[in-house]
T-cell receptor, first 114, second 114 residues
């Protein structure tokens, strides 16, 4: 069965430090990949998406993610974290066979120290 | 503002009571999704509509759950004979995954079953 794994439940970084959030998926073909962010009391917001083409995708708020087929991964990165980036981040996958819904990982909660 | 409104934002009910949640997306989204999110987990797919047709239901959606989208615009999710295990955040999303790859999420309706 298809699945999405976010290995890190909590991550804490200092403001200005770099960030990488991990995401791995299990599927036999190339999926469609997404990262969403959820701030307290707010709805999920799309950060970026990968459908095909260039495996390094740029998103909003200075985030980027790289699709690595050999590792079944789609890790999210940011070179310099701001205090406002503290939130919960979800990796999500849409599969070509049933591409009418998203399957989400369990999320990674990011805390930012001043 | 994602263009997806949910009501009520928070509902507290006693076990055994029925509850209904409403989702209002902006008109151009012909696909509408319901997800459930429990503490520390990512959103789990419940069901999805294209216009007024309910095209897929998760096994998570027991017989006590029913969803409708009568005119292809707003949608309702009803839970009958609520149980404590139904306590969760119920998220509505709308969008066109196949073309734009983006779902717009509402802020959710939090259900607490006492």
């Amino acid at each position: 069965a298809q699945s999405v794994t976010q290995p890190d439940i909590h991550i804490t970084v200092s403001e200005g430090a770099s960030l990488e959030l991990r995401c791995n998926y299990s599927y036999g073909a190339t999926p469609y990949l997404f990262w969403y962010v959820q701030s307290p009391g707010q709805g999920l917001q799309l950060l970026l998406k990968y459908f095909s083409g260039d495996t390094l995708v740029q998103g909003i708020k200075g985030f980027e993610a790289e699709f690595k087929r050999s590792q079944s991964s789609f890790n999210l990165r940011k070179p310099s974290v701001h205090w406002s980036d503290a939130a919960e981040y979800f990796c999500a996958v849409g599969f070509s066979g049933g591409y009418n819904k998203l399957i989400f990982g369990a999320g990674t909660r990011l805390a930012v120290h001043p | 503002d994602t263009g997806v409104s949910q009501d009520p934002r928070h509902k507290i009910t006693k076990r055994g009571q029925n509850v209904t949640f409403r989702c209002d997306p902006i008109s151009e989204h012909n696909r509408l999704y319901w997800y459930r999110q429990t503490l520390g987990q990512g959103p789990e797919f419940l069901t999805y509509f294209q216009n007024e047709a309910q095209l897929e239901k998760s096994r998570l959606l027991s017989d006590r759950f029913s969803a409708e989208r009568p005119k292809g615009s707003f949608s309702t999710l009803e839970i009958q004979r609520t149980e404590q295990g139904d306590s969760a955040m119920y998220l509505c999303a709308a969008g066109d995954l196949l073309n734009t790859g983006e779902l717009f999420f509402g802020e959710g309706s939090r259900l607490t079953v006492l």
